[in-house]
């Protein structure tokens, strides 16, 4: 088995080191750019105009300013500028531009990710520039049939349940409906003893002959339900008298018994669901009952009964709790095997045909297993569920940049 994993991960390690991935940010042609102009930003020029644009966020949200000369004198008005950016899954974000007294500001925020596809237009009297290029961060290529055999499968985006839980111990007992005690009819000597400690039994089996003392007739001790022989208290030979001789339980189901505190007695109802954990096994039930706990202590019992048809809990076994005490409906929520810390972020990767690349994502409410999505994901989103860490990895190593 450690040797089909470690196989397992050399491939996909060679997998991913095959794919042509490519995160890192291009930069716009460079006979229309130069790297930079005086303020930090991208420079663009076209015969005697240039446009210097930059995304500023520096104490304040991300937005685009600009610095527009002809003939390298400003212009502070008489111009139209505006900057189209196309993202991955076909999303237009448009910026309109107004004349600050010292630069000219765009409209509105510049949301994260900054990976997208640049347009700026400028119109200058009747003269219209054009600049395009290519602004790609947290991005990368992997073709269907690598992603596959790296086993790496998507969801798509859109609402759930979230179920907040709150946490409590306790252990397992079994429901007292489901014991039975079998004594003698009448007081007489075991002639033969049929079953042991363990043995499961059906209603109606003979557990035991006994020979009465006054008729010295033999009667047979039959079972009254179906279970398992959990005491035996005769053998062959021995008298039966008015002591139980044995006891049988029906183990199928068990009551879970879980402590609850003072401070959760609020948040905690009948009717409630509630997941057990214990050593590896998995179960949910629901809360039947809620009962004052033995000998005054300061904790309510809440009883929820449990299917145990396969054998697998016991009696006594200790027992951890999650009691579903609220349950919320979120517009969109991910599945949290999705989630991804990436610089300062939590993302997902969402995947438009080949292409994954990084959401950052603002976060609400979780239950373990799915959070809510308050911004940074749009429903119908397909994102990277099985194996997320091999795209953060992937784009990780080709070393995308934040540069604007």
Known sequence: MQLMQQLSLVLVATCLASSPLHAAEEQPDEAQVEAKGPHGGILLQQDDVAVELQIFEQGVPPEYRAWVTRDGRPLTDGIDLG???????????????????????????????????????????????????????????????????????????????????????????????????????????????????????????????????????????????D?????????????????????????????????????????????????????????????HHLLPAPGNAPYTLARAELDNADGLLTPGLLVAGDLVVETVEAPLAVDNRALQSFRDWTVVFIQVGDIYEIRPLELGRSDGEMTEVLSGLNPGDRYVVENSYLIKADIEKSGASHDH
């Open 227 to 287: 279970g398992v022989v959990i005491e035996r208290h005769i053998s062959r030979g021995e008298m039966a008298g008015k002591e139980p001789l044995f006891k049988l339980a029906d183990l199928t189901t068990l009551w879970a018994e879980f402590k609850i505190f003072p401070g959760q007695r609020a948040e905690v109802a009948a009717g409630q669901k509630v997941r057990l954990r214990a050593e590896g096994i998995d179960r949910e039930g629901t809360i």
């Open 83 to 225: 900057v189209d950016l196309s993202r991955l899954g076909g999303q237009v974000d448009s910026f309109e531009f107004a004349y600050q007294g010292d630069y000219w500001l765009g409209a509105g925020v510049v949301t994260e990710p900054h990976s997208f596809d640049v347009e700026v237009t400028l119109a200058i009297d009747d003269k219209r520039y054009r600049w395009r290029w290519e602004s790609h961060e947290g991005r990368t290529s992997i073709s269907p049939e690598i992603a596959r055999r790296a086993g790496i499968a998507t969801a798509e985006a859109g609402p759930n349940t979230i179920e907040r839980s709150l946490t409590t111990y306790g252990k397992l007992t079994t429901d007292p409906q489901q014991i039975a005690r079998v004594r003698a009819r009448f007081p007489g000597v075991a002639t033969q003893v049929n079953v042991n400690l363990g043995d499961r039994v059906e209603r109606g089996d003979v557990l035991a002959q006994v020979e009465s003392n006054e008729s010295l007739q033999t009667y047979a001790l039959r079972a009254p339900i």
